[in-house]
């Protein structure tokens, strides 16, 4: 039992640690009623996602020393490190999350001024207030 826990939930700490933040931006978008504190859990969500795959993509100390092998090299030094016997560390995980960041910011970018544009017309950013100011408008006949 204790091999199998060390095996399985240590050795593999950084994936654990990402799905738990994950679990906790996903939380807090989904139970947060304030727009911005939806917008900070959407952002902690978004960069949990890219710890996670870019831990996906690590060939490194945690996993394959533990099998006996060696440690991955950029691919950069990959002529000199076949010699000695490395593994090649896949780049394209890092490339995908780079492009992801600035789809982020992009999109934290827009949903602020989005948010903004919430607060100048109904003075609030409370979701249950927006909608009941929304019912309101269209009871008068708005």
Same mark, same amino acid.
């Given at each position: 039992m204790m091999?199998?826990?060390?095996?399985?939930?240590?050795?593999?700490?950084?994936?654990?640690?990402a799905m738990l933040i994950i679990i906790i931006g996903l939380t807090a978008t989904i139970v947060k009623?304030?727009?911005l504190k939806? #917008?900070?859990?959407?952002s902690i969500f978004q960069t949990a996602? %890219? #710890?996670? %795959?870019v831990s996906l993509g690590d060939v490194g100390r945690n996993i394959l020393t533990t099998w006996g092998l060696k440690t991955g090299t950029p691919p950069i030094l990959w002529e000199q490190a076949a010699e000695k016997g490395y593994i090649y560390v896949n780049p394209l995980p890092n490339v995908l999350m780079l492009t992801g960041i600035v =789809?982020?910011?992009?999109?934290?970018? =827009? !949903? #602020? !001024? /989005? =948010? /903004?544009r919430i607060y100048q017309k109904y003075g609030t950013i409370e979701e249950?207030? /927006?909608?009941?100011?929304?019912k309101e408008f269209e009871r008068v006949g708005g």
């Open positions: 091999e199998w826990l060390i095996q399985h939930v240590l050795e593999k700490y950084n994936f654990w640690i009623e304030n727009l939806k #917008l900070i859990g959407l996602m %890219f #710890l996670w %795959f =789809v982020s910011a992009a999109t934290t970018a =827009v !949903a #602020l !001024a /989005i =948010v /903004i249950d207030e /927006i909608i009941e100011k929304e």
